[in-house]
C-alpha cells in the first residue's frame, strides 16, 4: 500500500492523513477529520443518531478499528487513557505539523484546525513521510490578535480565561461558531468546522 492509496481508503470515511512518523522499526499515521465533509457523514451514522454520550469517540474507535484491519495496521487513540497517547509530539516529530505562535498546533494544509481522530501503527519503514512548509513564519499571525480575551497570551493557552469567556454572554461568537484564533488562520481555512460541528465542541468545552 501507498501513502495515497491509504489516504483516498481514509477519504470514503471523511478522514486524512494529518502526518506521519516512522521511527524504531514502525510507522505511525496521524489521521484527523476532513472537516470539509466529517460532519456530515458523522451525523448519518448510527453513532450520530443512537442519542448515546461520546458519538465522535464511539465513532472513530468503530471505523478505524475496522480500517487497521482491513490495511493490516494497529488503531490506536488520543482518548481513552490512561495511558494516554503522546499524540502532540508525535504530530510535532512528523515534520508536517508545527506550533504556532499561539501554541496551538497548525499544518500547511489545514492551519490551526488540527485534530485527532486517532493513528495507525505499522511495522516497519514505509517511507511515507513528508516535510510540510510551516506556514507561520511568513504570516502577519492574526490568530494573535483574535481571541477576544487574550487567552493565548506568549504562547501560553489560558483554559480558565477562555471558558469563562465562552460561557459569558459576550462569548456568543466562540460558543457557536467555534475558536476565533483558529479562524482568523489565513490557512486551511476551508477546514474550519461548520457551526453544529464547532457547537458541539463548545459544549464538550463548557462541559455540557
Known amino acids: ?22 521511527r ?3 510507522t505511525l499515521v496521524l489521521v484527523g477529520p476532513d472537516n470539509r465533509t466529517f460532519w456530515s457523514m458523522l451525523m448519518d451514522a448510527q453513532e450520530g443518531q443512537d442519542g448515546a454520550a461520546d458519538p465522535i469517540d464511539r465513532w472513530s474507535r468503530r471505523v478505524l478499528t475496522a480500517l487497521g484491519e482491513t490495511v493490516g495496521a494497529e488503531a490506536i487513540f488520543p482518548f481513552g487513557g490512561p495511558p494516554w497517547h503522546p499524540f502532540i509530539g508525535w504530530a510535532l516529530d512528523s515534520g508536517e505539523i508545527t506550533q504556532s505562535p499561539i501554541g496551538l498546533l497548525v499544518s500547511d494544509e489545514t492551519g490551526l484546525w488540527v485534530s485527532f481522530r486517532g ?10 513521510t513528508r516535510h510540510g512548509t510551516p506556514p507561520c513564519p511568513t504570516c502577519a499571525a492574526p490568530c494573535t490578535t483574535a481571541c477576544p480575551v487574550d487567552a493565548f497570551a506568549d504562547g501560553q493557552y489560558d483554559v480558565a480565561a477562555c471558558r469563562a469567556h465562552v460561557n459569558a454572554p459576550e462569548g456568543i461568537a466562540c460558543r457557536e461558531g467555534g475558536c476565533l484564533a483558529r479562524h482568523a488562520c489565513p490557512v486551511g481555512r476551508s477546514f474550519a468546522p461548520p457551526p453544529d460541528q464547532a457547537t458541539h465542541h463548545m459544549a464538550a468545552f463548557r462541559g455540557e
Open 119 to 128: 493513528a495507525f501503527r505499522f511495522e516497519g519503514a514505509r517511507g511515507w
Open 24 to 26: 524504531e522499526g514502525e
Open 1 to 22: 500500500m501507498t501513502r495515497a492509496a491509504l489516504s483516498d481508503l481514509l477519504a470514503g470515511q471523511s478522514l486524512r492523513i494529518a502526518g506521519v512518523v516512522e
